[in-house]
């Protein structure tokens, strides 16, 4: 069965701090990944996902994040965070089967981020 | 182009009682999955319909059914609730396939529906 660890329930960083929050994943083979970020009291919005290819995948609003099957691991990076970006980040890892997830996903605990101005 | 629209917002219903939630996806869209959203948890995978049919399911009991139309939109039922069935509920919609061709289900998410149970 697949699952993902979100180590950091909560992060805190200052405006303009570089920002790394970790994700890690158990799947047998090279799974779909995906980062998702939610406001409060809103639904999910995609950040960026991996598929196969370059392992180093751009997303929305500057993020970028780096899959490391060594690692199990696929952790979201910012270079620079703005207020703005103050929500809740979940990672989520989907199998494959015939080349899609099939709509099934399995979600970590999700890791909030406050940012201090 | 509308994304996926869920109704409705919010709702309260006591124990014992039966909801339907309903979705409908984005344009485009063939795919509804549904999750349940806990206070402070991520999503949990309920079940996943394509083409009128329930196609995968996560650890929910049978109190939990769905259907979808021949519009794709979809409903989520929930019988004899329990205080623990109080979450947000996600609709996502992705397009399974083209052309033939499996595509990878990437998922639009709505803002979804909050059940309290009391």
């Known amino acids: 069965a697949q699952s993902v660890t979100q180590p950091d329930i909560h992060i805190t960083v200052s405006e303009g701090a570089s920002l790394e929050l970790r994700c890690n994943y158990s799947y047998g083979a090279t799974p779909y990944l995906f980062w998702y970020v939610q406001s409060p009291g809103q639904g999910l919005q995609l950040l960026l996902k991996?598929?196969?290819?370059?392992?180093l995948v751009q997303g929305i609003k500057g993020f970028e994040a780096e899959f490391k099957r060594s690692q199990s691991s696929f952790n979201l990076r910012k270079p620079s965070v703005h207020w703005s970006d103050a929500a809740e980040y979940f990672c989520?890892?989907?199998?494959?089967?015939?080349?899609?997830?099939?709509?099934?996903?399995?979600f970590g605990q999700g890791t909030i981020l406050t940012v201090h101005p | 182009d509308a994304g996926v629209t869920q109704s409705p917002t919010h709702l309260i219903k006591t124990r014992g009682q039966q909801v339907t939630l309903r979705c409908s996806p984005k344009s485009g869209h063939d795919t509804v999955s549904w999750y349940q959203q806990a206070l402070g948890q991520g999503p949990q995978f309920i079940f996943q319909y394509y083409e009128e049919e329930e196609r995968q399911r996560g650890n929910f009991p049978d109190r939990f059914s769905g259907h979808q139309f021949p519009n794709y939109s979809s409903e989520l039922n929930v019988n004899a609730l329990l205080l623990g069935d109080s979450a947000l509920y996600l609709c996502?919609?992705?397009?399974?396939?083209?052309?033939?061709?499996?595509?990878?289900?990437?998922?639009?998410f709505g803002e979804g529906s909050r059940l309290t149970v009391l």
């Open positions: 991996y598929f196969s290819g370059d392992t």
């Open positions: 996502a919609s992705s397009q399974l396939t083209s052309g033939g061709k499996l595509r990878t289900g990437e998922l639009f």
């Open positions: 989520a890892v989907g199998a494959r089967a015939g080349g899609t997830s099939y709509g099934k996903l399995t």
